[in-house]
């Protein structure tokens, strides 16, 4: 045995010395879904669409609209200052005492024949013109003879949108010998691994409601739920370039002029920051001289058709910002999350953790997207 100097130092001391480690494992990946908590969480759809008749797989809800007021001439040729026949496209919205109105001038419609609507005093508003075909033809009123006969007019009839659930599954499978290893900030391997399996599907989860295609499955092909893209296809505005103020209340005005309102924004961190740089300037903000944090985080926009709630989501696509009506969208929840055990053929432990879920969106119209 060899002499040490006096007094011992840990340079003279060749005994192994105990490692200096953490008690716990620190993962950086992201596992947030701040869309799907957007929309009301994994089962956010089933008091806001209020589901009846149990579970299925594919999962169904109907819509309505009102009547259209507008429509378009389509006489093949233009209309001139006194004609008093009119064909239009459609001529089952019409009926007798509606007020329209082309262009400039207002007509009043006597009759309703198929797609001819006769126009008997011109004009009922404004000055008589000549009206180039194709031109849009508005119902702005309705003026009714008195003790007239009761007209027919037409219906809206109902539409069924749908779309169906899909299987998220995770398999976990630990060696009886690695499971009872002592480590450092695991008391059990196979307990750690099941609880990270959650939060890694609920990435996907989110990145499905962006990118989805909605798929009915077969015995051979997965069932798949369609994501935003397969529903938002009403009001979308491609500008080609970097989001501006302008355009972002272009395309909430094309939701608003529907009927929709939308109330939240999915946006890219690229595409947050861009927004914020819209409105984080000296025409905006105010410093005190004895402030000493300038800039500004933007959780809200106002815009003349309604305020938008801003939600930065890194699943989101940097080329599209969806401006979604939560009330008329969410996920419905098939079969929870669940960590289900499975036999063992080995030296292993084994189980499965599983879910079953599906996006709802409905009311096209009340959504936008704007995309660059």
């Not at 799907?36 to 759809?45: K, P, R, Y």
């Not at 984080?280 to 800039?295: A, H, K, P, Q």
């Not at 890194?314 to 929840?333: H, K, Q, S």
């Amino acid at each position: 045995m060899a002499a040490i100097d006096s007094p011992i130092t840990s340079y003279s001391d060749t005994t192994p010395h105990k490692r200096v480690i953490t008690d716990v494992i620190d993962l950086i990946d992201p596992t947030d879904a701040p869309g799907v908590e957007a929309l009301g969480g994994l089962d956010g759809a089933s008091s806001k669409f209020r589901f009846v008749n149990g579970k299925s797989t594919k999962m169904e809800w109907l819509e309505d609209t009102h009547a259209p007021l507008a429509d378009a001439i389509n006489d093949g040729s233009n209309i001139d200052n006194s004609q008093v026949t009119i064909t239009v496209d459609d001529g089952s919205i019409f009926q007798p005492g509606h007020i329209i109105l082309i262009e400039s001038e207002q007509m009043w419609v006597s009759s309703v024949s198929s797609n001819v609507l006769t126009v008997a005093t011109r004009p009922y508003s404004g000055s008589a013109a000549t009206h180039a075909d194709d031109t849009t033809v508005t119902i702005v009123g309705i003026a009714r003879l008195e003790g007239d006969d009761s007209d027919a007019v037409a219906f809206t009839d109902r539409t069924v949108g749908s779309n169906y659930t899909q299987i998220f599954h995770q398999e976990i499978k630990v060696s009886r010998t690695q499971n009872q290893v002592s480590q450092y900030g695991i008391p059990e391997e196979f307990e750690y691994q099941s609880n990270k399996a959650v939060p890694q599907l609920m990435r996907l989860v989110e990145k499905q409601m962006y990118l989805g295609a909605r798929k009915a499955g077969s015995a051979t092909t997965p069932r798949a739920f369609g994501g935003l893209g397969t529903f938002v296809t009403d009001n979308t505005l491609d500008y080609g370039s970097a989001i501006t103020q302008a355009n972002l209340e272009d395309t909430m005005e094309l939701a608003y002029n529907d009927g929709g309102s939308p109330s939240i924004a999915l946006c890219s961190p690229a595409n947050m920051q861009v927004i914020k740089n819209l409105y984080d300037s000296s025409s905006f903000l105010r410093v005190e001289r004895t402030e000493d944090t300038i800039g500004m985080v933007i959780q809200n926009v106002m815009t003349p058709f309604g305020e938008l709630k801003l939600v930065m989501d890194r699943w989101a696509p940097a080329n599209t910002v969806y401006l979604l009506d939560p009330e008329r969208a969410g996920f419905v929840t098939y079969f929870p999350f669940t960590f289900e055990p499975l036999a063992k053929v080995g030296d292993y432990e084994r189980g499965e953790v599983v879910g079953e879920f599906s996006l709802c969106v409905r009311m096209d119209k009340a959504h936008a997207a704007l995309t660059t």
